[in-house]
């Protein structure tokens, strides 16, 4: 877990109030639909458009301190140890949190 800086007037690099640390999670990759938001996003008389994008979840009941999104994970355990970017987290429910993620590239 690579926590980052962001928001206010902050933009960008390692959070020196969150330091990286090794985090052991469960990684689920898997298709996912999601509607479109914003402008033109309805074509017409209530038309939905609908985009399927692979999506990575990482579900975790050992965070050490607060997740945000554009703070980045990295799979040490995967082949070329890829990274992937928080876009938002959620809890499961039982008592795990799930980071849903981007991918940004690979060690």
């Known amino acids: 877990m690579l926590p ?3 928001g ?3 933009v960008g690099g390692e959070d020196p109030l969150r330091p990286a640390q090794d985090v052991i999670g469960v990684v689920a990759l898997a298709p ?3 509607r479109v938001k ?3 996003s309805e074509a017409g008389a209530n038309a939905q458009i609908r985009v399927v994008a692979e999506t990575v979840k990482f579900s975790t009941d050992e965070l050490p301190y607060p997740v945000h999104p ?5 799979l040490s355990a995967r082949p070329k140890a890829p990274t992937y970017k928080v876009s938002r987290t959620a809890p499961d429910g039982w008592g795990r949190t799930v980071l849903f993620l981007v991918a940004v590239g690979q060690s």
């Open 4 to 6: 980052q800086q962001g």
């Open 8 to 10: 206010g007037y902050t």
């Open 32 to 34: 996912a639909v999601a």
């Open 38 to 40: 914003g402008a033109g």
């Open 70 to 74: 554009g703070d980045l994970i990295e």
